[in-house]
């Protein structure tokens, strides 16, 4: 027997027992320290919410006339200065007036000779001088000349070209020396009146149901007055800063677009809006009783494109759910179902959180500042 061999065999079976020992107890004593990971959370709360719907619109004049001439001549006169507030009947332009001033002193004429015929005729009647018939025709001659005078005065005074409302006139299309003719397609100028002024607004026949639906199911209640008022944000992201009026909607659908017209009212004093301007409009639609909003930053989507958010219960396990969002409110999404009051949803870490992990749960650090959260619902 050669104990040399053996003993080597032993020494090796020794050190491999002592080396599987070692990394057992390193491996042990590193599930023993890992520890579930931090994920940041954000406690669902419910509070009453008024529901805004955020929609494009166009400013529109409030009243709007296109001046043009009712007499054939050539312009005189430009008596307005452009882009200023004119006034109803305030004259804006003169037509040359000589070739009807002739005609009105014609019908004048016309109108002295058949008056004194006609009175010559009826002292003539009672001596049977003339005929019934010639005292009719004479009285006749005098009332067509009448008119015909009515109709020269009316002529003579169309060639001073007025305003026909109050407000903010336009460029002038021609100049002094230019014929202009009745009933011409180009306009001279034109008037709008912009104070106060027409706000139209365009809502999808799809958010109309929504909103019907709403209201009948009651999950939606109307807010009275309030309902019909609109504020609005301006291009430039600015506020506008008074209120409008929500008058009426359209009551035909436009095919193309699927979409309605609303039109608003509001006072425009310093004449900020102007006609064709885009605008965002904000109108209450009512309010939500138990309203549950959740950060964007906890919703995802699934393979399927539902959303779902990631809830950690009390024990510190992580449930996948699957939930309903309704509307952005700022920065939150605002939830109909699918998730409850005091529930935790994780919006830090969700690289970390797998359905059925365990994880540890801290107060998330990433929310920004909450928009349009009722103080009842805010953290």
């Not at 050669?2 to 080597?8: E, I, L, R, T, V």
């Not at 504020?231 to 992201?237: A, I, Q």
């Not at 540890?360 to 953290?379: D, F, G, H, T, V």
């Amino acid at each position: 027997m050669n104990y040399s061999d053996n003993g080597n065999k032993l020494s090796l079976v020794v050190v491999a027992l002592c080396t599987w020992l070692l990394v057992g107890c390193e491996q042990e004593q590193a599930a023993t320290d890992s520890s579930p990971p931090a994920v940041g959370v954000y406690v669902v709360q419910a509070g009453e919410m008024t529901a805004q719907a955020d929609l494009p619109g166009r400013a529109r004049p409030y009243r709007i006339a296109e001046v043009r001439p009712q007499v054939n001549g050539v312009v005189q006169k430009r008596l307005f200065v452009e882009g200023v507030d004119v006034k109803q009947g305030q004259q804006l332009y003169q037509i040359d007036p000589a070739i009807y001033q002739a005609a009105y002193d014609r019908a004048e004429a016309n109108l002295y000779s058949t008056e004194k015929l006609a009175a010559r005729y009826q002292q003539l009647e009672n001596s049977q001088s003339i005929s019934k018939q010639q005292l009719d025709d004479a009285l006749a001659a005098r009332r067509l000349a009448l008119a015909d005078l009515q109709t020269a005065k009316i002529n003579l005074q169309f060639t001073k070209v007025f305003s026909p409302i109050s407000g903010r006139i336009g460029r002038s299309v021609i100049t002094e020396g230019a014929l202009v003719t009745n009933g011409q397609a180009q306009a001279l100028a034109v008037v709008q009146q912009l104070d106060p002024i027409y706000v139209d607004i365009t809502q999808s026949t799809r958010d109309i149901l929504r909103l019907r639906k709403a209201m009948e199911s009651g999950k939606l209640k109307s807010v009275g007055n309030k309902q019909a008022a609109v504020t609005l944000t301006l291009e430039d992201g600015s506020e506008y800063p008074l209120q409008g009026t929500l008058n009426f909607s359209e009551v035909s659908v436009d095919e193309e677009t699927g979409s309605v017209i609303l039109r608003a009212t509001f006072p425009n004093p310093d004449k900020k809006l102007l006609p064709g301007m885009f605008v965002h409009a904000h109108l209450q639609e009512g309010t939500v009783s138990k309203a549950i909003l959740v950060p964007q930053q906890a919703v995802a989507r699934n393979y399927r494109g539902q959303a779902i958010v990631m809830v950690v219960d009390g024990d510190g396990t992580v449930h996948e759910r699957i939930v309903e969002t309704d509307r952005t409110v700022g920065n939150y999404w605002l939830v109909s179902s699918g998730i409850a009051a005091g529930e935790q949803v994780i919006t830090e870490g969700l690289q970390l959180a797998r359905d059925g992990i365990k994880v540890k749960a801290e107060a998330a650090s990433n929310l920004k500042p909450i928009q349009a959260l009722p103080a009842s619902a805010a953290e």
